[in-house]
T-cell receptor, first 116, second 114 residues
């Protein structure tokens, strides 16, 4: 069955430090992958997405992610974190899953806290 | 361009009461989704509409949940009767064309069942 695992429930970093959020997926075919961010009381905002081609994708707010097929991973990175990046981050995999309908399956999320 | 609009933002009800959530998608988006997000979890799809047609409702608990999208624009999700375990955030999303297209999410409705 398709699934997404975000191993880190909670991460704390200092402002200005680098960040990497992990995401592993399980899907038999070629996936398309997303990272969304959710601030308190807000809906999900798309950071970036991977469909095909270059495995390193750039997103908004200085984020990037790298697709590694051999590791079934799609980790999110940022070289220097800002206090405003504190939020919850969700990785999602999309595809024609059971029933033949394109849908997204989300991980449980990683909550990021940023220390000044 | 206006985003996905949802109302109400918050709702507190007692168990066994009915409740309804409303969603207005981005103009021109023919695909609409309802998700449920439990505390500490990612969103889980409840139902997906292509225009007026519900094309994937396999995760919708049909004994108490219902949804409609009569004119292919606005949508309503209803729970009757609500149970304690229904406490969650209900998110609406929309996209044009479905498939790999980006889903745009509304702010959600936080439901608390007492």
């Amino acid at each position: 069955a398709q699934s997404v695992t975000q191993p880190d429930i909670h991460i704390t970093v200092s402002e200005g430090a680098s960040l990497e959020l992990r995401c592993n997926y399980s899907y038999g075919a070629t996936p398309y992958l997303f990272w969304y961010v959710q601030s308190p009381g807000q809906g999900l905002q798309l950071l970036l997405k991977y469909f095909s081609g270059d495995t390193l994708v750039q997103g908004i707010k200085g984020f990037e992610a790298e697709f590694k097929r051999s590791q079934s991973s799609f980790n999110l990175r940022k070289p220097s974190v800002h206090w405003s990046d504190a939020a919850e981050y969700f990785c999602a995999v999309g595809g024609a899953f059971s029933g033949g309908y394109n849908k997204l399956i989300f991980g449980a999320g990683t909550r990021l806290a940023v220390h000044p | 361009e206006a985003g996905v609009v949802q109302s109400p933002r918050y709702k507190i009800i007692e168990k066994k009461q009915p409740v309804a959530f409303w969603c207005n998608p981005i103009s021109g988006h023919n695909t609409l989704y309802w998700y449920r997000q439990n505390l500490g979890q990612g969103p889980e799809l409840l139902i997906r509409y292509e225009n007026e047609e519900a094309v994937d409702d396999s995760q919708l608990p049909k004994d108490r949940f219902s949804a409609e999208r009569l004119k292919g624009v606005d949508s309503t999700l209803k729970i009757q009767p609500a149970e304690l375990g229904d406490s969650a955030v209900y998110l609406c999303a929309s996209t044009s064309g479905g498939g790999r297209n980006t889903q745009y999410f509304g702010p959600g409705t936080r439901l608390t069942v007492l």
